[in-house]
């Protein structure tokens, strides 16, 4: 079993949906949550990061942990073209240095 | 600042061949990681440096490859002798302080034929 798995889609929407978007972890070792946008051709830029359980909102932007089900989310409302992306989420040990990445979600927003 | 800069963005290389790829870090953040990412695998941790000391390279696949950190502005990642399965995205990547991977480079895009 994989320690981080995520649908790898692709997802299509049209502009102005929600996205909700999930991964699954094996390990309640697992601190440290982080979501990771990647354009074509890029670089994986960081797009929010929570330690624990809990929500975490930045702007059209929320990334929400549920522990005790080992379930990660992040949702974009009002998406838009622009969000086009493979989007990835990651898990980390506390105190570790090795991140686990996902395999990444396709995300397509049509106009 | 620039960010972490890579060189070169493309290798086009024949098998057989040794590859040198290039890292500049942002200057001021301890940590150094070295990724592949391929459709098959995803994104690979493959050695992580910390103040220029390698702590943990049991991601680098084969006696092939090696990793130097000389100094805390540069680091490089060799494949000598380079195969086809080599080819993959690698990506150079540093540590913000927060428990994350905050900041990657563009990536050098490597095919070996």
């Known amino acids: 079993q994989k320690e981080v798995e995520q649908d790898p889609g692709p997802l299509s929407v049209p502009e102005g949906a929600i996205v909700s978007l999930n991964c699954t972890y094996s390990?309640?070792?697992?601190?440290?949550f982080m979501w990771y946008r990647q354009y074509s051709r890029k670089g994986p830029e960081l797009l929010m990061y929570t330690y624990s359980s809990g929500n975490k909102e930045d702007g059209r932007f929320t990334a929400q942990v549920d522990k005790s089900s080992k379930y990660i989310s992040l949702f974009i409302r009002d998406s838009q073209p622009s969000d086009s992306a493979t989007y990835l989420c990651?898990?980390?040990?506390?105190?570790?240095?090795?991140?686990?990445f996902g395999a990444g979600t396709r995300l397509f927003v049509k106009a | 600042d620039a960010g972490v800069i890579q060189s070169p963005r493309h290798e086009v290389t024949e098998m057989g061949q040794e590859v040198t790829l290039r890292c500049k870090p942002i200057s001021g953040h301890n940590s150094l990681f070295w990724y592949r990412q391929t459709m098959m695998r995803g994104l690979e941790l493959l050695i992580y440096f910390n103040n220029n000391v390698p702590i943990d390279d049991s991601g680098m696949p084969e006696d092939r490859f090696s990793a130097k950190m000389p100094n805390a502005s540069f680091s490089t990642l060799k494949i000598q002798p380079s195969e086809p399965r080599d080819s993959a995205v690698y990506f150079c990547a540093q540590d913000a302080g927060g428990g994350t991977e905050a900041f990657f480079g563009q990536g050098t895009r490597l095919t070996v034929v």
């Open positions: 390990n309640s070792a697992f601190q440290y």
């Open positions: 990651a898990i980390r040990r506390t105190g570790g240095f090795k991140t686990i």
